[in-house]
């Protein structure tokens, strides 16, 4: 295996990756795979037309690849992503005529809610997901598993993030931050037109120069029983206000 590869895991993953172009070396799925699996069968049609080498595996073989990680029976060698950046996402979106929504995260640790939350951006409509050059989740297979494919298609693009919010703030793109110390419930706060959802970690929350640099910020109201929400779930419930309000304002 050459060392530029990049594995891949997990049903849904490994299938959008051939969906969406990726270019993929081989896929290995368990010796026990059954071709009655829906995704199972779109696999390997996928495969075939992309000419796609297929293989079946012991599955000490696919625990081997995936080092122990839940590959539910599938695991690609595939290409590294293409490196995307910020400033080529919202010149995309401006040759489409769309208003730009953009995900920043500080401090998101855990893949896991990486992953939930890329899902969740593209089920929402969000063109890109930022994250800091220094200690965050980064888009590892466990993340593409998790987003369910997802990371294809929304990119995870490593930046400075105050240096992204600047860059943001100078081509129109309003930030809008959560953080439970704010006064405004998210859902009183205008999410329409070219707008930055500025989610902070599981932990700190949103503070410092980052947060300074939202020209709102916005809180979700809870009971006194829970002080806080996990951060995809949070970022889901403000992407999904904007993805709302847009939809009444285009009606």
């Known amino acids: 295996m050459k060392l530029s590869s990049e594995i891949l895991y997990g049903r849904n993953a490994v299938l959008e990756a051939v969906r969406a172009g990726r270019p993929v070396r081989r896929v290995v799925l368990d010796e026990g795979a059954s071709s009655s699996d829906p995704r199972i069968a779109e696999l390997h049609r996928l495969c075939r037309e992309s000419r796609i080498p297929v293989e079946h595996a012991p599955r000490r073989e696919l625990d081997r690849l995936a080092r122990g990680s839940q590959h539910q029976g ?55 997901v930022v994250i800091p050059t220094g200690q965050s989740a980064t888009v590892t297979p466990e993340a593409a598993r998790v987003s369910q494919g997802a990371t294809e298609h929304v990119p995870v693009i490593r930046q400075s993030l105050t240096q992204a919010a600047a860059a943001l703030r100078r081509e129109g793109v309003r930030l809008v931050g959560a953080d439970a110390s704010a006064d405004k419930p998210y859902w009183d706060c205008d999410l329409t037109g070219p707008v930055a959802i500025v989610m902070g970690g599981e932990h700190a929350g949103l503070k410092g120069p980052l947060a300074d640099q939202c020209e709102e910020m916005v809180r979700i109201p809870m009971s006194a029983r829970v002080e806080s929400l996990n951060v995809s779930v949070a970022c889901a419930l403000v992407l999904y206000e904007r993805l709302r309000q847009t939809s009444q304002r285009s009606a």
């Open 74 to 128: 599938v695991v690609a060698v595939a290409e590294p992503r293409p490196a995307q950046t910020l400033s080529g996402i919202l010149k995309s979106c401006g040759r489409e005529g769309r208003e730009p929504c953009i995900v920043l995260l500080r401090g998101v640790v855990h893949a896991q809610n990486l992953g939930a939350i890329v899902r969740t951006a593209a089920a929402a409509g969000a063109d890109a």
